[in-house]
């Protein structure tokens, strides 16, 4: 069986030195779960992580769509100002250091970046209030 493929944006709708979040939907022990993700880019390579500093749990977003810091080289978390490098997610500086962000798979499909091997749901369950409550976007399946 081959691994699922979703597509979560065009190539164009993230900046070439930029970064943007997403809230999609994933089945997790029968229960549909947010699943935060930010996609960050380089040129034209493309990467994805949990949006989760491995620090204490929080958004790296901390105030929301902020996932870099000024000169787009590093993910920065908001809230404790860990660096991770944009390329493996390894935390260079900060209190997690030596930490790594989870990875998640992504591929570049013609001009779709989809992300591959994550068992996401049709039904988002994404309107509970303890959700994420500014999502920059929210995809669900067709």
């Known amino acids: 069986m081959a691994e699922e493929i979703f597509a979560v944006c065009h190539v164009n709708d993230v900046a070439k030195r930029g970064a943007i979040g997403f809230v999609l939907a994933r089945r997790e022990g029968g229960k549909t779960i947010p699943f ?3 996609l960050v880019r380089q040129g034209k390579s493309f990467h ?6 491995p620090h204490q749990g929080s958004r790296i977003d901390f105030q929301p769509g902020h996932f ?3 000169g787009h080289r590093a993910i920065v978390c908001g809230k404790h100002g860990a660096l991770f490098e944009i390329a493996t997610g390894a935390c260079t500086d900060g209190p997690c250091a030596g930490a790594t962000l989870e990875k998640v798979p992504v591929i570049v499909d013609g001009e779709d970046v989809c992300i591959v091997g994550v068992d996401l749901a049709e039904e988002d369950g994404l309107d509970r209030p303890e959700n994420d409550e500014t999502p920059q976007i929210m995809i669900t399946s067709d």
């Open 36 to 38: 935060p993700i930010m």
């Open 48 to 53: 994805a992580y949990v949006n989760r500093c």
């Open 68 to 70: 870099l810091d000024q």
